[in-house]
């Protein structure tokens, strides 16, 4: 089974909570779900340093720690042999989010409402992972 990890970077703004999203570029990526930033891990990577990497190269977030981690745990995808696993992190201060790569063409905050549209499907377990971690509302504490 292939592996993947990545980070769900959150803030809030004007009381709404706002998620990290990703878009593969290419036209034959046109019509493809939005994801996390993430990526394969690399041979005797760890799960976070794959994350915290795969976020920088994906999405120009640069500042984030492994101490700054809280894990969401993993999900396998339902038509491809890979597992997905999952950190949530508040979004540094000074993030300025970009396309950083040539494999993706967009890169935005949005909504949670928005991200449950946009999102894979079978990625969506983790924002209501990310809810339950922070109280259980859309909301920032």
């Known amino acids: 089974m292939k592996r993947a990890a990545g980070l769900l970077i959150y803030r809030c703004v004007q009381q709404q909570l706002e998620v990290l999203l990703v878009h593969p570029s290419g036209n034959y990526n046109r019509h493809a779900p939005w994801s ?38 993993h999900v396998d995808y339902t038509r491809s042999n890979k597992r997905v696993y999952a950190f949530a992190v508040v979004s540094p201060t000074d993030a300025a989010p970009h396309p950083n790569c040539w494999e993706i063409e967009k890169v935005e905050f949005v909504p949670v409402e928005v991200a449950r549209q946009r999102l894979h499907r079978d990625q969506r377990p983790f924002l209501d992972r990310l809810i339950e971690l922070l109280g259980g509302s859309n909301r920032e504490a």
């Open 36 to 73: 996390l930033p993430k990526g394969l891990l690399d041979e005797g990577e760890s799960l976070i340093d794959a994350a915290i990497r795969e976020t920088h190269e994906e999405a120009g977030v640069n500042g984030v720690t492994a101490e700054q981690l809280t894990p969401l745990g």
